[in-house]
């Protein structure tokens, strides 16, 4: 097994590392999960046709169709999953091992 690269960090990158972590968990894969489940229920609706107005999301851009709006969906969440659970080993699972060295 690998060795956890965490114990290799100090001081600020650790907590930048934390930090980002924690982003991921609680925007990235919420929101990505939210944009593209309303991209699909939209394409569902609307199709290719550009969406209305009123619909129109200023997100990372202007956003005009619904297949837009699954696509940065699904990159937000592939990458959530791919940094927690394959990057490195998973992040998740090395800040659950570096806790659980730390503490007991």
Known sequence: ??????FKAKGINLILN???????????????FHM????VKAF??????KLPEKY???YMGKINYAWELIAIGMFYFIVSI???FFK???YLFLWGDY???VVF
């Open 99 to 101: 806790i659980l060295k």
């Open 18 to 32: 934390g930090i980002f972590t924690l982003t991921i968990i609680f925007y990235f894969l919420p929101v990505g």
């Open 44 to 49: 569902k609706e609307y199709g290719f046709k």
């Open 56 to 58: 129109t999301v200023f």
């Open 1 to 6: 097994m690998k060795e956890n690269i965490l």
């Open 88 to 90: 490195d080993g998973g």
């Open 82 to 84: 791919w940094y927690l």
């Open 36 to 39: 593209a489940y309303t991209g």
